[in-house]
């Protein structure tokens, strides 16, 4: 089922890497090796106090291509309810994808995009080209609200274990597909993030996916992404000239 639908769908989720601007723009003060390539197995960045340096322009391997999180070698412990709306939503070819409408990714397929990290000492913010969005992790010692009004990211807050920036996110709305293969999330979803940034050019994230709704135990999935040195952002506005929803069929 993975048909015309989906992979316009992993082609908006990874617009970054077919559409970014000020291409072979040179970054600055990056290591580099002879020929002046970027020298993406140089050690990895610090800050002061040793703090690994997560911030720069990574894109995703698009080795993976479709986003399923069952793929991989993943067992997804799902409920009976939440197989019967995947197996609906993959009858219908996924034309309710939100995505397919210009909504908004959820998480994680929003974290198999293209994003920009920028890091200071009390917040990471995450630019994603994808719908030009953000998100904010505070480092700050907040704690995650008590009664949260669900979102489409949610709200996180982060901490540094060793060198790996340890993110949690709740407040998730239900209107998001976990990927584009239709897994379903609720508003009980929590994720918690991984991000190691293992040399200069690689960059890993593990996602730990705990929804008690549709899923009868929590499950982890990995990420990798590259660094997108040479490179910037573009914006990306979907509704812009968009002409395929009206198109969108089901069975």
């Given at each position: ?89 993959q009858a219908n070819h996924a034309k309710d994808h939100p995505h397919a409408r210009c909504l908004p990714l959820g998480m994680p397929l929003m974290v198999s995009a293209s994003m920009k990290i920028i890091q200071t000492p009390s917040v990471v913010t995450i630019l994603y080209e994808e719908e030009s969005t953000f998100r904010q ?115």
């Amino acid at each position: 089922m993975r048909d015309v639908l989906l992979a316009g769908l992993l082609a908006a989720a990874t617009a970054a890497v077919l559409h970014a601007q000020w291409i072979r723009y040179p970054t600055p003060g990056i290591p580099r090796l002879a020929d002046g390539t970027p020298n993406l197995l140089a050690p990895t960045p610090r800050l002061a106090g040793n703090r690994t340096d997560l911030s720069g322009l990574w894109g995703p391997d698009l080795k993976r291509g479709f986003f399923d999180i069952a793929t991989g070698g993943v067992t997804v412990p799902m409920q009976p309810n939440a197989l019967a709306l995947l197996q609906e939503r993959q009858a219908n070819h996924a034309k309710d994808h939100p995505h397919a409408r210009c909504l908004p990714l959820g998480m994680p397929l929003m974290v198999s995009a293209s994003m920009k990290i920028i890091q200071t000492p009390s917040v990471v913010t995450i630019l994603y080209e994808e719908e030009s969005t953000f998100r904010q992790v505070f480092l700050d010692g907040r704690k995650l609200p008590d009664d949260p009004q669900p979102t489409w990211k949610g709200y996180s807050i982060g901490h540094w274990e060793g060198d790996a920036l340890v993110i949690e996110t709740a407040g998730l709305n239900a209107k998001a597909w976990l990927d584009q293969a239709g897994h379903p999330q609720s508003e009980a979803l929590r994720l918690t993030e991984r991000y190691t940034r293992r040399d200069f050019g690689h960059l890993t994230i593990r996602i730990t996916i705990d929804d008690p709704k549709y899923y009868s135990a929590a499950w982890t999935v990995t990420q990798e992404h590259a660094l997108m040195a040479d490179d910037e952002l573009l914006e990306n506005v979907c509704l812009e000239n968009e002409k395929d929803a009206d198109h969108l069929t089901s069975k």
